[in-house]
């Protein structure tokens, strides 16, 4: 991705909107419809953010504006099949009477072909063999911080999700490729939160242990 100012807070651009240089007309392949389309790996994005974010959305999405949730939203549904795709961002894809905030009153969770798990035991519940996509939407913005998940808030750590998103691809035989995007880490970090930029950062690690 390309980033504007430190201090800009501009719409950053998508490095997925980049035209091939020898045909302008044709988009970049993103890296997971690549590995999935030539070598058969199975494919899957974790985020402890929202799935339609800046960073996860440079793996499916090409547009020019990455704060454009609703238009990310339906481009991740659009997009080639991922096995897997765990996070927040709930509210992106729903309307307002279902709890969510698009703008155009589309339910893009009622499209077929995937298994929409909310909640951790439904996340492990799901079986892992499928044929479709299991997707996990736990929070309708950014999943809660460590902190609050130890004083009740019910909600999957980043080290579940990992874990149970390579239970699922680990069954595709060629193999897979997992994006894991620690969106927390940098959450904290923003608004000068050390503690909870370093209990993230743990986090991380124990999701990559």
Do not use: W
Not at 23 to 41: A, F, H, M, N
Not at 128 to 150: E, H, N, S, V, W
Request: one cysteine or more; glycine letters at 12%.
């Amino acid at each position: 991705m390309d980033g504007g100012p430190a201090g800009g807070r501009r719409p950053r651009r998508l490095a997925a909107d980049r035209r091939r240089p020898e045909d302008p007309g044709q988009l970049v392949e993103t890296i997971t419809s690549l590995v999935k389309r030539k070598l058969g790996l199975a494919v899957g994005i974790v985020t402890n953010g929202r799935l339609t974010d800046p960073t996860p959305a440079a793996f499916y999405a090409h547009m020019a504006d990455s704060t454009d949730r609703d238009a990310l939203a339906a481009a991740l549904m659009n997009a080639p099949k991922f096995n897997v795709l765990l996070g927040g961002g709930a509210d992106d894809f729903l309307p307002a009477e279902k709890g969510g905030r698009r703008k155009d009153e589309r339910n893009l969770l009622e499209s077929g072909g995937r298994e929409v798990v909310r909640t951790k035991l439904e996340m492990e519940n799901a079986a892992a063999y499928r044929d479709g996509t299991l997707l996990g939407l736990f929070a309708g913005g950014p999943l809660a911080l460590g902190k609050q998940r130890d004083s009740g808030v019910a909600q999957p750590a980043l080290s579940d999700l990992v874990r149970r998103a390579i239970q699922c691809l680990q069954t595709n035989r060629r193999g897979y490729v997992l994006i894991v995007d620690e969106a927390l880490v940098a959450q904290s970090a923003e608004v000068n939160d050390g503690e909870n930029t370093i209990r993230e950062t743990l986090e991380l690690d124990r999701s990559l242990d």
